[in-house]
C-alpha cells in the first residue's frame, strides 16, 4: 500500500469514528497533554494500572497489541467497572469537561439513570484534589530515605482500604536510632504526593503528625529537642483540631471535646502518626487509639510494643541497602572511605542508620576512620544513651528477664529459646521463660525470627549489654556455665574417660549437622571462652562431640584451630585422646586443605601421643591408613599398597576379636574406602566400585550416614561411563538430608550426568543449587562446579 492511500485510509478512519471512538480518544490526547508524554507512553501505563487494579487479567500486559487500542477501534469494553474507571481517568486527569463524561457513558451504552450520580460524585471528588491533603508532616529531604521497600509495602499494604486486614492500629517499633519515624513518613510523604492519582476511597483526607520525641542524638551527643513536643492527649487532640480546621474543638472541654473529636475523625479519613509513643506518660492516649474511629487508621513508633494487633519490626538495613546508605551519606558530607573502610562500618552498624550517620559525620569532621569508629567501642557513649539505656534500666539487676537477656548478650549469634532459658536458670520453668521472651521483645531489646522461632539482637545492642557483663563477673560465670551445660545436653557429650569416645559423635555426626549450622557462631566462641578459661574438662567433653558434625559442615579451618586447642589439652591432663585428635582431627583436615607436609608431620605426632597410652594401637592403624591416602594421591602406589595390606591384617584381627565393635566397622569401611581409591589411581574402576559396596555394607551395620559413598559410587560410575549407575547412586545420595556436604556434591554429579546426557536445562539447574551450597558452606568443590556452569553457559 503507498503512503498517499495510507494517508486516505487514517483519515477515513478519523472521518468513519463512531461516537465512543471519539470519547475514548480524547483520555489519552488529554492525559498526553496534561502530562507533556506521548499518547502511546500514557497508554502504557494506564494499562499496567488497570492491571494492578483488577480490572484486566495479567497476561493482557505481554499482548503485542495493547487492549486499550483495541478499545481506540470502537471496541466498547464489557465491563461497566472499566467504563466508570476511565470516566473518572477522563474527567479528573484528562481534565475533559462535565458533558465529555456523559457523551463517553451513553456511547458506552453505560445504564443512563447511573450517569448523574457519577458525575455528581467526580464532581464532589474534583473540589475534593482542588482542595489538596490536609496535613502538618514536617519537611524532610526524601532522597536520603533508603531500602525499607518490604516495611513500605507492608505497611502501604495495612493503610489501604482495600487490606483485608482491617488494620485500623499500626505499630512501627525497633530500637532508637533504627529508622521508624523515617518509614512511617516516607509512607505519609508518598501518600501526599500521589493524593490525586490515588482512588477516591484510597486516599486520606489528612494526615496529622505527633511527636512526643525529647531529644535527639548528633555526633556532638544528645540533645533536648526545643520545639514544642506532643506530651498529652490535649495536645494530640489540639493538632487533630487545628489540620482539620475544627475550632470549635479546640473550644470545647471535657466530654463534649471527646465527642467532637470523635464526630471529625469519624466524617474525614484520617492518618494519625503519633512517634515516640513510649515517651507519652497520659495513660489516656492508649484508651483513645484503641477506640478510634473509623476510616480513621493510627500508626505508632515505639520502642515498646503496645498490645495491638499489627506490628512492623524494624531492625538493621540489609546490606545492600546499607551500603548504599554509607556510600550516599559520605558524599552528602564530603566524608572519604575506602572500600575495606565501608565494609567494616557495615559489619560494625549492622545496618542501624544511626551508628552509620554518626561515624560518618565524625568522618566529615576529619577524624581518621579508626578514631572515628573507636567510639563505637565504649558503652558509655552517648548512642548507647539513646538507643538503648531506658529500655534497659526498665529491668531490674535481680529479675529474670534481665539474666535472659544478658544470655543472649553472651551468645555470638541467635539462639533458642531453650539455650536462653537453660543459661538463665529457667529451664524448669517454660511458662516464665516464654513471658520473659515476650517482654523483652516488645521492649525492641531482642527480635524473634517466627519461622525459626529463635532470637538474636543487634551488634550495638550486644557490645553494650557485654559492658554490663563485665561489671558483674559472678553472673557472667553463671550464665556461661548454664550455656555450656545446655550445649552438652544438646549434642549429648560423653563425659567418661574412655578414650574411644572421640569416635562417639560420628554416629549422629550427619543428623546433627543442620542443628549444628545454626549454634556454630556461639559454639565456636563458647568452645574458644573454654580454652581461655582453662576449662579444659567441658573443653574436651563438648568439643569432642562436634568433632565430626564441623567436618559435615565445612569449615575446615574452625576444625583444625579446635583440633589444635583440645589436642594441647589432651597432653596436658595426660589423655589419650590426643591421638586421635591429632592422627584424624588435624591430619585430616589438613589432608583436605592440600598441606601434606603438615598432613604427615601431625600423622607422626599422633603416633608419637598414642605410644604414650595403652591399647591404642587403632590409632596407629588409622594414622597408616591416611598416610596411605596420600601416597595415592601423590602416585606413590607400591608404599600405598604396602600401607594398605598392613592396616588390612590389623583391622581383620581387630574384627575377629570385636565383630560388632563400632570402631572396627568405621575402620573397615574407611579401609575399603581407601582401596576403592587405589583401584581407581590404577583405572581399575570396576574393582573400586567393588571395594565401595564394601563399604556400604560396613556403614549400614555400623550405623553411619551412606551420603558420601552413594556420592563415591555415582563417582566411580560416571568414571565407567555408567551413566544410569551414576544417576541412581547420586540420587541415592540425596536421600540422607542431614549430609548436607554430600548432597551438594551429588547434585554436582547430577549435573555432570546431565551434562553427558546433553540435557543442558537439567545440567545448568543441578549445577546452580549445587554452586549456590557449595558457596555458602566454603567448600573447595565451589570451583569446580563454577568452571561447569561456565561450560553449561554457551546452552542457555
Known amino acids: 500500500m503507498t503512503d498517499k492511500k495510507r494517508t486516505r485510509r487514517r483519515k477515513s478512519d478519523e472521518v468513519e469514528d463512531n461516537p465512543f471512538q471519539k470519547a475514548i480518544k480524547r483520555i489519552w490526547k488529554g492525559l498526553a497533554a496534561q502530562t507533556g508524554r506521548d499518547e502511546a507512553d500514557v497508554k502504557y501505563d494506564l494499562l499496567?494500572?488497570?492491571?494492578?487494579?483488577?480490572?484486566?487479567?495479567?497476561?493482557?500486559?505481554?499482548?503485542?497489541?495493547?487492549?486499550?487500542d483495541t478499545w481506540s477501534r470502537g471496541n466498547v469494553p464489557p465491563d461497566w467497572t472499566i467504563l466508570r474507571f476511565l470516566a473518572e481517568v477522563g474527567y479528573l486527569?484528562?481534565?475533559?469537561?462535565?458533558?465529555?463524561?456523559?457523551?463517553?457513558?451513553?456511547?458506552?451504552?453505560?445504564?443512563?439513570?447511573?450517569?448523574?450520580?457519577?458525575?455528581?460524585?467526580?464532581?464532589?471528588?474534583?473540589?475534593?484534589?482542588?482542595?489538596?491533603?490536609?496535613?502538618?508532616?514536617?519537611?524532610?529531604?526524601?532522597?536520603?530515605?533508603?531500602?525499607?521497600?518490604?516495611?513500605?509495602?507492608?505497611?502501604?499494604?495495612l493503610l489501604s482500604p482495600d487490606s483485608n486486614s482491617q488494620a485500623w492500629v499500626i505499630t512501627v517499633d525497633g530500637i532508637g536510632g533504627v529508622g521508624k519515624s523515617e518509614l512511617v513518613l516516607e509512607v505519609a510523604d508518598q501518600l501526599r504526593q500521589e493524593y490525586a492519582r490515588l482512588r477516591r476511597h484510597e486516599r486520606f483526607q489528612a494526615i496529622v503528625w505527633v511527636t512526643a520525641k525529647e531529644t535527639g542524638l548528633s555526633d556532638s551527643g544528645i540533645i533536648t529537642r526545643v520545639h514544642r513536643r506532643t506530651s498529652s492527649l490535649d495536645d494530640i487532640y489540639t493538632a487533630i483540631a487545628r489540620v482539620l480546621g475544627r475550632l470549635d474543638i479546640l473550644e470545647a472541654d471535657g466530654p463534649t471535646r471527646d465527642d467532637r473529636i470523635h464526630e471529625a475523625l469519624a466524617g474525614t479519613r484520617t492518618l494519625l502518626i503519633i512517634d515516640n509513643l513510649e515517651s507519652l506518660k497520659d495513660e489516656t492516649v492508649l484508651s483513645f487509639i484503641r477506640e478510634v474511629p473509623r476510616p480513621t487508621k493510627v500508626v505508632v513508633t515505639?520502642?515498646?510494643?503496645?498490645?495491638?494487633?499489627?506490628?512492623?519490626?524494624?531492625?538493621?538495613?540489609?546490606?545492600?541497602?546499607?551500603?548504599?546508605?554509607?556510600?550516599?551519606?559520605?558524599?552528602?558530607?564530603?566524608?572519604?572511605?575506602?572500600?575495606?573502610?565501608?565494609?567494616?562500618?557495615?559489619?560494625?552498624?549492622?545496618?542501624?542508620?544511626?551508628?552509620?550517620?554518626?561515624?560518618?559525620?565524625?568522618?566529615?569532621?576529619?577524624?581518621?576512620?579508626?578514631?572515628?569508629?573507636?567510639?563505637?567501642?565504649?558503652?558509655?557513649?552517648?548512642?548507647?544513651?539513646?538507643?538503648?539505656?531506658?529500655?534497659?534500666?526498665?529491668?531490674?539487676?535481680?529479675?529474670?528477664?534481665?539474666h535472659l537477656l544478658l544470655a543472649l548478650a553472651l551468645c555470638a549469634g541467635d539462639a533458642s529459646r531453650e539455650a536462653l532459658g537453660t543459661a538463665a536458670g529457667l529451664d524448669g520453668d517454660e511458662e516464665q521463660r516464654d513471658e520473659v521472651l515476650v517482654r523483652l521483645e516488645s521492649l525492641s531489646l531482642i527480635n524473634r525470627d517466627a519461622r525459626e522461632d529463635r532470637f538474636a539482637m543487634l551488634p550495638l545492642t550486644r557490645f553494650y549489654l557485654r559492658s554490663r557483663l563485665a561489671a558483674d563477673p559472678e553472673l557472667e560465670q553463671r550464665l556461661f556455665q548454664g550455656l555450656a551445660a545446655f550445649y552438652k545436653r544438646l549434642f549429648a557429650a560423653d563425659e567418661s574417660a574412655n578414650p574411644d569416645r572421640y569416635w562417639q559423635s560420628i554416629r549422629g555426626a550427619a543428623q546433627a549437622e543442620a542443628l549444628l549450622e545454626k549454634e556454630w557462631a556461639t559454639l565456636r566462641d563458647l568452645l574458644f571462652r573454654l580454652h581461655e578459661m582453662s576449662n579444659y574438662g567441658d573443653l574436651l567433653t563438648l568439643g569432642l562431640a562436634l568433632i565430626h558434625p564441623i567436618n559435615y559442615m565445612g569449615p575446615l579451618e574452625d576444625r583444625l584451630a579446635l583440633c589444635r586447642r583440645m589436642a594441647d589439652v589432651a597432653r596436658a591432663v595426660n589423655d589419650p585422646v590426643e591421638a586421635w585428635l591429632l592422627s584424624d582431627g588435624m591430619g585430616w583436615m589438613y589432608y583436605r586443605l592440600g598441606r601434606d607436609d603438615d598432613f604427615l608431620d601431625v600423622l607422626n605426632e599422633g603416633r608419637l601421643a598414642a605410644a604414650r597410652h595403652a591399647g591404642m594401637g587403632l590409632a596407629l592403624t588409622l594414622a597408616d591408613l591416611h598416610e596411605a591416602y596420600l601416597h595415592i594421591k601423590q602416585g606413590h602406589m607400591r608404599r600405598a599398597r604396602a600401607l594398605l595390606e598392613s592396616v588390612t591384617e590389623q583391622v581383620a584381627a581387630h574384627r575377629r576379636a570385636n565383630p560388632t565393635e563400632f570402631i572396627g566397622l568405621l575402620l573397615g569401611s574407611r579401609l575399603a574406602d581407601r582401596w576403592s581409591a587405589y583401584y581407581?589411581?590404577?583405572?581399575?574402576?570396576?574393582?573400586?566400585?567393588?571395594?565401595?559396596?564394601e563399604s556400604v555394607a560396613l556403614r549400614e551395620l555400623s550405623g553411619e550416614d551412606m551420603g558420601s559413598t552413594h556420592y563415591n559410587v555415582g563417582r566411580l560410575r560416571l568414571l565407567a561411563g555408567d551413566l544410569a549407575g551414576a544417576r541412581r547412586a547420586f540420587t541415592g545420595a540425596l536421600n540422607y538430608p542431614q549430609h548436607q556436604k554430600y548432597r551438594t556434591l551429588?547434585?554436582?554429579?547430577?549435573?555432570?550426568?546431565?551434562?553427558?546426557?546433553?540435557?543442558?536445562?537439567?545440567?545448568?539447574?543441578?549445577?546452580?543449587?549445587?554452586?549456590?551450597?557449595?558457596?555458602?558452606?566454603?567448600?573447595?568443590?565451589?570451583?569446580?562446579?563454577?568452571?561447569?556452569?561456565?561450560?553449561?553457559s554457551a546452552f542457555e
Open 302 to 402: 515505639t520502642r515498646r510494643r503496645i498490645d495491638v494487633a499489627y506490628a512492623i519490626r524494624l531492625i538493621g538495613l540489609a546490606d545492600n541497602d546499607a551500603m548504599t546508605l554509607i556510600e550516599r551519606e559520605a558524599a552528602l558530607k564530603g566524608a572519604s572511605l575506602n572500600e575495606e573502610e565501608r565494609k567494616r562500618l557495615l559489619t560494625l552498624s549492622k545496618g542501624v542508620p544511626i551508628v552509620i550517620n554518626l561515624v560518618i559525620s565524625r568522618l566529615a569532621l576529619g577524624l581518621p576512620f579508626k578514631t572515628a569508629v573507636q567510639y563505637l567501642q565504649h558503652p558509655e557513649y552517648d548512642l548507647y544513651r539513646y538507643a538503648l539505656e531506658d529500655s534497659v534500666e526498665s529491668l531490674e539487676p535481680s529479675e529474670a528477664a534481665y
Open 93 to 157: 486527569r484528562a481534565k475533559l469537561p462535565d458533558s465529555w463524561v456523559e457523551e463517553f457513558l451513553i456511547a458506552g451504552n453505560y445504564p443512563r439513570e447511573a450517569i448523574g450520580p457519577i458525575l455528581a460524585d467526580l464532581r464532589a471528588e474534583n473540589a475534593e484534589i482542588d482542595r489538596g491533603l490536609l496535613h502538618n508532616l514536617p519537611q524532610r529531604d526524601p532522597s536520603r530515605f533508603v531500602g525499607r521497600q518490604e516495611e513500605v509495602a507492608q505497611l502501604r499494604r
Open 48 to 68: 499496567l494500572e488497570m492491571i494492578e487494579k483488577g480490572y484486566l487479567p495479567v497476561h493482557k500486559a505481554d499482548q503485542y497489541t495493547n487492549i486499550l
Open 680 to 693: 581407581q589411581a590404577l583405572g581399575e574402576i570396576e574393582q573400586a566400585s567393588e571395594m565401595l559396596k
Open 746 to 792: 551429588a547434585r554436582y554429579g547430577l549435573a555432570l550426568v546431565a551434562e553427558q546426557e546433553e540435557n543442558w536445562p537439567e545440567a545448568i539447574r543441578q549445577a546452580r543449587q549445587a554452586l549456590d551450597r557449595a558457596e555458602q558452606m566454603g567448600l573447595e568443590e565451589a570451583a569446580e562446579i563454577g568452571e561447569l556452569l561456565a561450560r553449561l
